[in-house]
């Protein structure tokens, strides 16, 4: 069974900085294309940041791009998000998620989420 | 950049009614939107993609259907379970997920 559970969320000050983590299990890891996706209170689905097989390549949207630093350990299936310079507009809660397609360059659909965790950013 | 606009934003319907959310992409993307459906407190599950197949272990009575501009999500007979948000998803280079606003399927 596919399984992608997140750490790390929490409430932070604005400035601050945050890491998140994403356990992969029940797939080879490795082999797919990784992503971000958050969720604001109330609000839809925004993709944030995604990462290549290897980890060489990777992606941000342009309000988290320079903030926000994706990456991978192949060798301990997790995926990572370093989050620095918080705003109050990054409260949400964050999913991670795996692409569709293994062993590909392109991007496809996301079939497996985490359960998502909360980012809360607030003085 | 593609945008794509769900209608409507919430659709009232009583169990075993059929249900037909829409999703227009603002130019063509062949058949490459995916369908996803958000519970509270859950994480989206993924429910079609390319326009028409269903992804593992989603029920027959979800379909779609489309291409080009204008993409459809049919259930035929709902169930007390379809109640939920409803978001279409593009696939392209870049960005590489383009969500909808989403639909709310609700009680009526």
């Known amino acids: 069974e596919v399984q992608l559970l997140e750490s790390g969320g929490g409430l932070v000050q604005p400035g601050g900085s945050l890491r998140l983590s994403c356990a992969g299990s029940?797939?080879?890891?490795?082999?797919?294309?990784m992503s971000w996706v958050r969720q604001a209170p109330g609000k839809g689905l925004e993709w944030v940041s995604g990462?290549?097989?290897?980890?060489?390549?990777?992606y941000y949207a342009e309000s988290v791009k320079g903030r926000f630093t994706i990456s991978r350990d192949n060798s301990k299936n997790t995926l990572f998000l370093q989050m620095s310079s918080l705003r109050v507009e990054d409260t949400a809660i964050y999913y991670c998620?795996?692409?569709?397609?293994?062993?590909?360059?392109?991007?496809?659909?996301?079939?497996?989420w985490g359960q998502g965790m909360l980012v809360t950013v607030s003085s | 950049e593609i945008v794509l606009t769900q209608s409507p934003a919430t659709l009232s319907l009583s169990p075993g009614e059929r249900a037909t959310l829409s999703c227009r992409a603002s130019q063509s993307v062949s058949i490459y939107l995916a369908w996803y459906q958000q519970k509270p407190g859950q994480a989206p599950r993924l429910l079609i993609y390319d326009a028409s197949n269903r992804a593992n272990d989603i029920p027959a009575r979800f379909s779609g259907s489309g291409s080009g501009t204008d993409f459809t999500l049919t259930i035929s007979s709902l169930q007390p379970e379809d109640f939920a948000f409803y978001y279409c998803?593009?696939?392209?280079?870049?960005?590489?997920?383009?969500f909808g606003q989403g639909t709310k399927l609700e009680i009526k």
């Open positions: 998620a795996k692409d569709l397609i293994g062993h590909s360059s392109s991007w496809y659909y996301l079939d497996y």
């Open positions: 029940g797939y080879t890891f490795s082999s797919y294309a």
């Open positions: 990462i290549s097989v290897s980890g060489e390549k990777t």
């Open positions: 998803q593009l696939r392209t280079n870049w960005p590489p997920y383009t």
